[in-house]
């Protein structure tokens, strides 16, 4: 006796296994894209250009959101990524893309965490909106806090997203 699926076995394989693949895209996400390459530009605290095989990528510092450059600290958080990243070779452990085209990424500068660095040198806050509840910048953020270090040194330090709301209604 010959055994196989029969008509009604393909249309349950068929309903099930788009259902299947949705479960485990969702259980099992892609993992992130590794990218190196050298940093030729800063941009500010939390964004950076990576010249990757010719290619200028722009890079936006994942889970970190760094005082806008005509904010206080602005230009000393944009002076601290330079000291970190600035002609020397990055790891990039993509997250996809913002609205602006840019590539998030955690960024690993000389092998140093660079989004870490900024938030634990008080030149960056952890990002509320994309950041896990867990994420350990939570962490070095309460210790830069903490030990008053960079913007937290300002008696009422604004988070840049507010900073920039507060300028739109302008």
Request: overall charge positive; charged content about 25%; aromatic content about 8%.
């Amino acid at each position: 006796m010959k055994r196989g699926i029969n008509a009604a076995g393909l249309r349950a394989l068929a309903l099930g296994l788009p259902l299947a693949t949705f479960i485990l895209a969702i259980a099992y996400p892609a993992a992130a894209e590794k990218i190196t390459g050298r940093v030729v530009a800063i941009q500010d605290g939390d964004t950076l250009t990576v010249l990757v095989d010719r290619r200028q990528l722009k890079v936006r510092l994942a889970n970190i959101d760094a005082p806008e450059s005509r904010q206080p600290f602005g230009t000393r958080s944009k002076q601290s990524l330079s000291d970190l990243c600035f002609k020397k070779e990055a790891r990039l452990e993509t997250n996809g893309q913002d609205r602006y085209g840019r590539t998030i990424a955690t960024v690993y500068c000389a092998g140093v965490d660079a989004n870490a660095v900024q938030v634990r040198q008080g030149m960056a806050w952890v990002f509320d909106r994309y950041a896990s509840s867990n994420s350990p910048l939570y962490t070095l953020q309460n210790e830069a806090r903490a030990a008053r270090r960079g913007l937290w040194g300002d008696a009422a330090p604004v988070p840049p997203w507010e900073w920039r709301q507060h300028q739109r209604k302008k």
